[in-house]
């Protein structure tokens, strides 16, 4: 167990819909990214989080938003969801500036219909 | 931007044969990680290993960042390793490779 935890684990949505995804960081990590991970693939990076503010993106449209609230939990939407959409959302936490370890959370498998 | 490899993309063993993977990475890094993912979709890390070589257990890594490559080597696998082994460079934003997936058979 990671202390990272991430709801819901399952979802299905129609595409159109928008989706949020939640995530609890480990205890005293500042720091949260989002990944995204298609079926047989390696993991995406979407974006991360520092102090509430968003600190890097990787190459996703503007329909993937986030927050980071100040106990440093964090949020992942996405509007108009796509079919292309579907995979499994990873978060994981760490310590900046200085921390290299990171902690991922089981996931959130979204499948859009 | 900095690409990542890893071979072999799928990999089959006998429970207690020895393994290899490896990963390339096509510019120098200062960060590299290697990960299990487990059956349920969680990634556990197993080694920060930016240079040199580190172990635990059964599991033990070696990273060339000259050379821009690490290996991970499994001894005496058993059916728990199964799943997807990926390596990731980076700080902040991590590169993954595309894993290679591991099967151990009893």
């Known amino acids: 167990e990671t202390g990272v935890t991430q709801s819901p684990t399952h979802l299905i949505k129609t595409r159109g819909q928008q989706v949020t995804l939640r995530c609890s960081s480990q205890?005293?990590?500042?720091?949260v990214s989002w990944y995204q991970q298609a079926l047989g693939q390696g993991p995406q990076f979407i974006f991360q989080?520092?102090?509430?503010?968003?600190?890097g993106r990787g190459n996703f449209p503007p329909r993937f938003s986030g927050l980071q609230f100040p106990n440093y939990s964090s949020e992942l939407n996405v509007n108009a969801l796509e079919l292309d959409d579907s995979a499994l959302y990873l978060c994981a936490s760490s310590l900046l500036p200085a921390g290299n370890t990171i902690y991922f959370g089981e996931g959130s498998w979204l499948t859009v219909v | 931007g900095i690409q990542v490899e890893q071979s072999p993309p799928d990999l089959i063993l006998q429970e207690g044969a020895n393994s290899t993977l490896r990963c390339n990475f096509s510019?120098?890094?200062?960060?590299l990680q290697w990960f299990h993912q487990n059956p349920w979709g969680q990634l556990i890390n197993l080694f920060y290993?930016?240079?040199g070589t580190k172990q635990n257990g059964r599991l033990s890594a070696t990273t060339v960042a000259t050379e821009r490559y690490s290996l991970l080597y499994i001894s005496s696998s058993q059916t728990t390793d199964s799943g997807v082994y990926f390596c990731a460079v980076g700080t902040g934003k991590l590169i993954f490779g595309q894993g290679t997936e591991l099967s151990v058979k009893p």
């Open positions: 290993i930016p240079s």
């Open positions: 205890s005293g990590h500042n720091t």
């Open positions: 510019d120098s890094v200062n960060n």
């Open positions: 989080y520092y102090r509430e503010e968003e600190n």
